[in-house]
């Protein structure tokens, strides 16, 4: 099951909207094949593993399956893969995680129990449930799983009073911020940062296992439409990726101008603010399984603050700004209380070059109600 997890995790990045799965065939101590889920809409881990076995010469009548998800049973845009396995003679599936599908869970099981087919589940479910806690996360509710990433000096600044911040972070780092732009099917920023960087927002590089994919969307957060029609996100070769959200308070001329450019989106508003819960409903709707934030100070409070953020990856550079007016990473009202402060979980601590990286999962009482609404 190790070797399965490790496969499955060469489809990150290129799997999305479907989740990322491997599968190993055994017999008798041997590996007679193993695939992965290279992307959607193309074959799944278990019938490339079936397929592996059989380019290799090997028959898979009487052998065992290892996979990292509970084979699908519905005929979606390739066959079900219950039936290839069925098809392939093999007498016991060994499974790591069930379908998180609650229209599903379950039934693939079921499917193969009835071929008389042995069927065991849960084994490394936990880091099977990692691998794909977007996609997880996505099945459940609909909306993606929010990552706020951001890069600061150990007292939490993310650039200078007057917008400095290239480069806070070391190459290292940086390069780790492109892996997790890898794995994400859209970057939202707000509109300051397009003013002050002009980013692209683009990926840059090959994965680790060589595989390329298609730019990931581009979300501004931009209630007035100000983004600059001379800006990289609105002229590059992926401007159809890029998404403007502003209000209907948006001055009509500069949305007719920035919508012959880029996609134009007028959201309600809550609260005086582009309603982020709408927002995260729409893009859920359009197949966006993992949002990635790299927002300035006002952004980065809004999601974490207000209850949409999952998990945070936080880089700290050995460094002190110092500074009343420097750029906070979580900027905003602040919470009012220590009580209702943001609450973190399964911390994890690294270390890139001479920089540190956090990453955990976000508890607070407002996640819990934005998931429930």
Not at 52 to 66: E, F, I, N
Not at 239 to 257: E, F, G, N, Y
Not at 290 to 300: D, M, P, T
Request: hydrophobic residues 40%; proline residues 4%; contains cysteine.
């Amino acid at each position: 099951m190790r070797r399965a997890l490790a496969l499955a995790s060469r489809g990150y990045g290129t799997t999305s909207p479907n989740p990322m799965v491997g599968a190993v065939i055994v017999r008798a101590g041997k590996c007679l094949g193993e695939g992965w889920h290279q992307r959607a809409g193309e074959p799944h881990a278990e019938v490339n593993a079936i397929r592996d076995a059989v380019r290799q010469g090997y028959s898979t009548h009487g052998a065992a399956l290892y996979v990292t998800l509970e084979p699908c049973c519905t005929h979606g845009r390739t066959p079900p893969c219950t039936e290839a396995i069925v098809r392939a003679g093999i007498v016991r599936v060994v499974v790591s995680t069930k379908d998180p599908n609650p229209a599903h869970i379950g039934r693939g099981f079921k499917v193969l129990r009835r071929a008389g087919i042995q069927v065991e589940s849960g084994i490394l479910s936990g880091e099977s449930s990692r691998l794909n806690e977007s996609f997880n996360h996505w099945i459940a509710h609909q909306t993606p799983f929010v990552t706020v990433k951001s890069a600061m000096t150990l007292d939490g600044k993310i650039a200078t009073a007057a917008g400095e911040s290239k480069w806070i972070t070391g190459v290292k780092a940086r390069a780790h911020g492109m892996h997790l732009r890898r794995g994400a099917d859209a970057i939202l920023v707000g509109i300051n940062t397009v003013i002050a960087d002009n980013p692209s927002l683009t990926l840059r590089g090959r994965s680790a296992a060589g595989a390329t994919r298609q730019q990931p969307r581009r979300i501004i957060l931009d209630s007035m439409a100000r983004t600059p029609l001379k800006s990289k996100v609105a002229n590059d070769d992926d401007a159809a990726r890029t998404t403007v959200i502003v209000s209907k308070d948006a001055p009509l001329q500069r949305v007719v101008a920035l919508d012959r450019k880029v996609n134009v989106i007028v959201a309600p508003a809550r609260q005086g603010r582009l309603d982020l819960g709408w927002l995260l409903r729409r893009l859920g709707a359009e197949n966006v399984v993992n949002l990635l934030v790299e927002g300035g100070g006002e952004i980065n409070a809004s999601f974490l603050l207000g209850g949409f953020a999952h998990r945070i990856a936080f880089f700290y550079a050995p460094k002190i700004l110092g500074g009343r007016n420097s750029r906070k990473a979580v900027a905003g009202q602040g919470m009012p209380s220590l009580k209702e402060s943001v609450l973190l979980a399964d911390v994890e601590f690294g270390q890139l070059g001479s920089d540190f990286l956090i990453t955990a999962k976000v508890e607070s009482d407002a996640l819990m109600q934005f998931s429930q609404t």
